[in-house]
């Protein structure tokens, strides 16, 4: 189905991106093998939509954002991006003084707010030192457009010379939210910016980043492992297992009727708070997923409940069912 | 609960400011070391100990190299103030005279306390010349004998009839300046060698290391040795010292390098440093605003450390007489004089001055450092 989304709609376009890691043993630290912590990803972003990407924990959700703000250089592909001067750029081919420059338009939202706020500087120099170094400001102009921007995530605009550590969890999200806009951004990835926060102020967050994507006309990338959160949020889904989507479809779509069996083992995962309709798990317990493994068969297979000879055999392609993508030999019979 | 609707209006406009002012870091590390009693008043006894090395000729009430042939290995006299004679006791510094006494026999002298001789000892009395930090010319000392020709030996006499005392008091400026002048070279070695090491990792950060640790493993003293005998004897005393410095200070800069690279290393993966590359800050940027801010306690700390370190290597090695050499006067080079171990019975307080004067020093640096270290980093619990 992105056959037919036209080109310009596209805001992120990326292609058979691989991020592979090398594993280096013994003294000299000869390469035996590379941890596929991305293999092969192909998807698009549409202006203003909220992509969701899930999976567990070392699917490679939070590498394939970092690849994508070039925090990692990845070692192949391409990362299409449409940029507000210069076109379509490849994010995966720029300098390193361009990407400067386009980190203006593509900013990130950190999962940790404790850990992404420097705690020895004020509010005024975490959100505003990337207006400082783009825009030149400082003195009074910084401080009021700082004061607009705390304003815009509800933080009063009195806090600016305090520090990190006189705020909540909550609060300090929204200053790391106010920090990712301030340079008035077309894309932003989000990792996991919600998991952070317990479960009220993550309501809260999740509809000012709603307010804000409306305000602004933003982008959202949103790496997440709460599948609530992301039926809450996202437009579209890609589901990640060992480094590969399995599925991407619509949100509706998606967890009406899941078509990949790992994404029916992680809906299946959610807590259902009525212990009546609790149903058994549908994952099979089996031995942890070797992410090195190059063997010719379905990296699922192992874990899957329906496999075959023929996922044990032979990898499976992407294939279009039902409007989602999938990566499954029996897409649409199981 | 009861608050009524306005009331509680009130309350919130009577306090506009419910966020709490939360302290900058650096009266976070105050508050967290004034706690700590033991390095409090060791920072007062440091302070003291520096504020003698500079005003050191105020305080020295005999020049350093002023003989007596009279009054060799005198022992300590004490400092008594009241006198009381047939007029009633009236506050009078003094100190008793000595007589020497030559013991035919032993062929010994020996001396005992002369109760009929006052030597009065006042304040601010005129002494020798000096310049006072170097600049202006003086000869008023803190204390000392009414009249300068009179002995007072509050902590003993030396072989040649010197006083400790002065010699201690200007053997301060020596010691604890080399332990700072060490330390700077060091730091500078240090934090240069250490970021290029965390920063850069690869095959500079191997390199670095592995000369770290072949410096390490050369045992200390012989290397010191090695390279304190290649200083020629015929340089002037100041050039030798500032040799000494570098020497002690070959070693002080490998833990301080450790320390910066393994500073650098966890601050790299830090959310907060890839948020600030991503604001768009250069490296340098990134390493001035981010990074050393955040290390700078630490380094303080590991310098304080340092310094008592510096103090004993000088010390021992002025004590092996390779180090500094007469008549440069250090705590080393008057530990030297108490090498032999005649000198250690007749005379114990060349032991005992200096070797006490030094383990209060070095304890106080310690105890110092200890306390910034604790207090150095306010966000860790």
């Known amino acids: ?334 | 609960m009861t608050m009524t609707q306005t009331e509680l209006a009130n309350a919130a406009e009577s306090n506009i400011d419910p966020t709490p002012i939360v302290l900058g870091p650096w009266a976070l590390v105050w508050r967290k070391f004034r706690r700590h009693r033991l390095a409090m008043v060791s920072a007062v006894v440091v302070i003291f100990i520096y504020l003698v090395a500079i005003f050191a000729e105020f305080l020295a009430p005999f020049p350093t190299d002023q003989t007596s042939v009279r009054h060799t290995f005198a022992p300590p006299q004490p400092l008594a103030l009241f006198v009381t004679d047939a007029d009633g006791t009236r506050f009078r510094p003094h100190v008793k005279g000595l007589k020497m006494e030559i013991d035919r026999e032993a062929m010994r002298r020996s001396f005992a306390v002369d109760a009929e001789r006052i030597i009065p000892v006042g304040f601010f009395v005129k002494g020798y010349e000096y310049k006072l930090l170097g600049l202006i010319p003086a000869n008023r000392h803190f204390f000392g004998p009414l009249d300068p020709r009179d002995p007072m030996y509050l902590w003993g006499a030396d072989r040649l009839g010197r006083d400790m005392f002065s010699r201690i008091v200007m053997g301060t400026r020596v010691s604890m300046s080399i332990g700072l002048v060490g330390v700077a070279v060091s730091l500078v070695i240090g934090v240069a060698m250490g970021g290029l090491s965390g920063y850069y990792g690869g095959w500079v950060d191997t390199l670095i290391q592995r000369f770290i640790e072949f410096i390490r493993s050369v045992p200390t003293i012989p290397l010191w040795m090695g390279l304190a005998a290649a200083i020629p004897l015929d340089w002037p005393p100041l050039r030798t010292y500032f040799v000494v410095t570098v020497i002690v200070s070959m070693i002080g800069w490998t833990s301080l390098a450790r320390e910066v690279r393994g500073k650098f290393l966890s601050l790299r993966g830090e959310d907060f440093i890839t948020a600030a590359r991503l604001d768009g800050l250069t490296d340098r940027e990134v390493i001035l605003k981010h990074m050393v801010p955040s290390f700078s306690s630490h380094i303080i700390a590991s310098l304080t450390l340092a310094v008592p370190l510096m103090i004993l290597a000088e010390t021992s090695l002025s004590f092996l007489g390779i180090g500094l050499q007469p008549p440069l006067v250090s705590w080393g080079t008057l530990l030297k004089e108490a090498q032999n171990i005649r000198s250690i019975i007749e005379a114990p307080w060349l032991l005992i001055a200096p070797g006490s004067v030094i383990v209060v020093a070095v304890l106080a640096l310690n105890f110092l450092g200890d306390g910034l270290r604790d207090a150095a980093d306010p966000y860790s619990n």
């Open chain 1, 1 to 334: 189905m992105d056959d037919q989304t036209p080109m310009d709609d596209v805001i992120l376009d990326v292609r058979d991106l691989s991020m592979h890691f090398p594993v280096r043993a013994g003294m000299f630290g000869k390469t035996h093998s590379a941890v596929r912590a991305v293999d092969n990803v192909s998807f698009q972003v549409r202006r203003g939509e909220t992509f969701g990407i899930v999976g567990e924990s070392g699917s490679g959700k939070t590498t394939l954002g970092r690849c994508i703000m070039r925090i990692l250089g990845p070692t192949g592909g391409e990362i299409g991006y449409a940029s507000e001067g210069a076109g379509m750029v490849d994010l995966a081919a720029v300098e390193d003084a361009q990407m400067r420059d386009l980190w203006r338009e593509i900013r990130m939202i950190f999962q940790d707010p404790q850990s992404s706020l420097n705690p020895r500087l004020p509010v005024i120099e975490l959100v505003g030192q990337v207006l400082r170094k783009a825009e030149g400001l400082k003195g009074a102009a910084l401080a009021d457009r700082v004061a607009d921007l705390l304003k815009s995530v509800g933080l009063r605009p009195e806090i600016l010379h305090r520090y990190p550590a006189a705020f909540s969890g909550g609060q300090r999200q929204r200053i790391g939210i106010a920090r990712a806009l301030a340079t008035k951004p077309q894309l932003v990835i989000a990792d996991e910016a919600v998991s952070a926060l317990d479960v009220s102020i993550q309501a809260q967050t999740l509809n000012l980043l709603q307010d804000l994507q409306e305000e602004f006309g933003l982008t959202y990338v949103f790496i997440a492992h709460d599948l609530a959160v992301v039926e809450h949020i996202c437009d579209r889904v890609a589901v990640m297992f060992l480094g590969e989507i399995v599925e991407l479809a619509d949100t509706e779509t998606l967890f009406a009727a899941p078509r990949h069996p790992y994404t029916r083992a992680l809906l299946s995962a959610v807590p259902v708070p009525d212990p009546r309709q609790r149903s058994d798990r549908r994952l099979r317990a089996a031995a942890p997923a070797e992410v090195t493994d190059t063997a010719t068969a379905c990296k699922f297979a192992a874990r899957c409940p329906h496999a075959r000879d023929l996922c044990r055999r032979q990898r499976p392609q992407k294939r279009t069912v039902g409007g989602a993508e999938v990566l499954c030999h029996f897409a649409g019979e199981i």
